[in-house]
């Protein structure tokens, strides 16, 4: 449930609702808006019965909240958030991209690519170290070898640095060389690893899972923020259907849906909804049409020789011609790129 405090409410009024929850034995989330207080309760709500809390002074309303998720929701935290990571903030007023190579072969690979996103206007370096793959016999990453890559190329050009993680093992070694970590699809579920990517204190990216509805996708998150890390963004990274002219389907209506029912950023990975490069762009400019806070985008020196995700990858030169053609799509919904 949350408690809506009235506009005028004062902070000794607000602190006085919370003390009355908090002697219940209820957690108090606060979310101070511009001109409304909300006091959110985790709990069970039964325990505040007979406590007339909603007579309370400074009290407007009490709203329940029947989704399983409560610390996403918009009803608790009615203003976007804007997630700070690195040296820049992902959430309203822009568009970020991420973009690299879906796994990190080389130093140089990286390198490489690191200073043609940048000179292209990106402001994160994405780049596989770990690799869940299909087959076991595919590549699988350098592992921390990609990571101390992955940090060399954030020291020379300041991009910001985003690689998935798919173990506790594996996130205790990558929050010494990232500023992001991201979950999987195939790892939206793991309940375990959401865990422990809530306690590492480092902002999370998370994709949705394969087949994971909204809600679902939501109350992986929720693991996440209640292990005490707020810093998450979602990403719509196409879900499986019976089409199969993509390699996925990506929901480009899940843009405006989690808009519309958590304050978390939502950013958009055309590259993996679709796993064909001449998507890439269209389905780029819907994802920021649409009102995404962002994109993730594969790109590589020479597609034709990427170890993985080859057939999605674009070239510097295509990634600059988006880039460019991506700025008035950003004007035109109020972001900048």
């Known amino acids: 449930m949350i408690i809506i405090m009235k506009p005028n409410a004062s902070k000794e009024a607000v602190s006085r609702v919370a003390s009355i929850v908090e002697s219940r034995g209820l957690q ?22 007979g406590s007339n809390i909603e007579i309370s002074e400074g009290v407007d309303k009490i709203v329940n909240v029947t989704e399983s998720y409560k610390l996403v929701n918009k009803k608790f935290h009615p203003e976007d958030s804007r997630i700070p990571v690195g040296n820049t903030f992902i959430g309203p007023g822009s568009v970020t991209v991420m973009a690299g190579p879906c796994a990190i072969e080389n130093n140089r690979q990286l390198m490489e690519t690191a200073v043609a996103v ?13 690799k869940p793959r299909t087959s076991p016999y595919s590549f699988q990453g350098l592992e921390e070898e990609g990571l ?34 991201q979950i999987g699809a ?36 929720e693991y996440i923020i209640s292990e005490g890390n707020p810093n998450i963004v979602l990403c719509e990274r196409g879900i499986r259907t019976y089409e199969t002219s993509t390699r996925n389907t990506l929901d480009i209506s899940a843009v405006p849906v989690i808009r519309a029912k958590s304050h978390l950023p939502v950013i958009v990975d055309p590259s993996h909804a679709t796993g064909v490069r001449a998507y890439v762009e269209p389905l780029a400019k819907a994802a920021v049409a ?41 004007r035109l919904v109020g972001r900048k790129l």
């Open 28 to 49: 108090v989330h606060l979310s101070k808006g511009d001109e409304v207080t909300i006091v959110g309760v985790v709990g069970d709500k039964s325990k505040l019965h």
């Open 118 to 130: 940048k000179k292209a206007g990106a402001t994160f370096l994405r780049g596989g170290a770990y």
């Open 148 to 181: 101390e890559y992955m940090k060399e190329a954030r020291d020379a050009t300041g991009l910001n640095v985003i690689c998935e993680v798919t173990s506790a093992h594996a996130i205790e070694a990558a929050v010494k060389y990232v500023d992001m970590l």
């Open 186 to 221: 195939r790892n939206m579920q793991n309940f375990e690893l959401l865990k422990e990517a809530g306690k590492s204190g480092i902002p999370v990216l998370l994709k949705r899972g394969l087949s994971a509805t909204i809600d679902e996708w939501l109350n992986a998150a």
């Open 290 to 330: 649409v009102g995404a806070d962002g994109l993730m985008i594969e790109v590589h020196p020479c597609p034709s020789c990427a170890l993985s995700d080859g057939p999605q990858s674009l070239t510097f030169d295509q990634f600059r011609t988006l880039m460019d053609d991506l700025k008035p799509f950003a």
